[in-house]
């Protein structure tokens, strides 16, 4: 059985404000529909967050405009709260996203595999946009 290799795409950040802070923004639903978008064109209206091993989350993408939408979902498979999120999307691919506190900033680093449909410069850029969009976000709640 021939095995293809997954391809994995890195995004990263340094927020200004602490790691816990920057934890509940990433995980709480009223925050994440706050900021979960690439461009100032999409929404995120509804978001689900089971923050457990095994448990859930879905979140609700759509134009603003209503012209096209999708659900964002999959199941949790390691958490160490303020260091380490581990998931599985539905499609099967798997994202691993890592927070270091450093003084009164936190680091995010965010890997995941790559898709077969869109290139992997607009994969990098889309998931780049919505953490820098996550930056803005937090730090504006310092």
Same mark, same amino acid.
């Given at each position: 059985? &021939?095995?293809?290799?997954?391809?994995?795409?890195?995004?990263?950040?340094?927020?200004?404000?602490?790691?816990? $802070?920057?934890?509940? =923004?990433?995980? =709480?639903?009223?925050?994440?529909? $706050?900021?979960? %978008?690439?461009?100032?064109?999409?929404?995120?209206?509804? @978001?689900?967050?089971?923050? $457990?091993?095994?448990?859930?989350? !879905?979140?609700?993408?759509?134009?603003?405009?209503? #012209?096209?939408?999708?659900?964002?979902? +999959?199941?949790? =498979?390691?958490?160490?709260? %303020?260091?380490?999120?581990?998931?599985?999307?539905?499609?099967?691919?798997?994202?691993?996203?890592?927070?270091? @506190?450093?003084?009164?900033?936190?680091?995010?680093?965010?890997?995941?595999? @790559? &898709? +077969?449909?869109?290139?992997?410069? =607009?994969?990098? #850029?889309?998931?780049?946009?919505? !953490?820098?969009?996550?930056?803005?976000? @937090?730090? #504006?709640?310092?």
């Amino acid at each position: 059985m &021939e095995t293809k290799e997954k391809t994995i795409i890195t995004v990263e950040t340094t927020v200004n404000a602490p790691v816990d $802070q920057v934890w509940k =923004l990433w995980t =709480l639903p009223e925050h994440i529909t $706050q900021w979960n %978008n690439a461009s100032d064109d999409w929404h995120t209206p509804h @978001a689900e967050n089971d923050m $457990q091993i095994g448990g859930g989350f !879905l979140c609700r993408m759509e134009a603003k405009d209503g #012209s096209f939408g999708f659900d964002f979902s +999959g199941k949790y =498979l390691e958490i160490k709260e %303020n260091e380490l999120i581990v998931y599985v999307i539905d499609d099967g691919r798997k994202v691993h996203i890592s927070f270091e @506190a450093e003084g009164n900033a936190t680091s995010i680093i965010e890997s995941f595999e @790559a &898709e +077969g449909v869109n290139s992997l410069e =607009l994969q990098k #850029s889309g998931w780049q946009s919505i !953490l820098d969009n996550f930056k803005k976000y @937090a730090e #504006s709640k310092i």
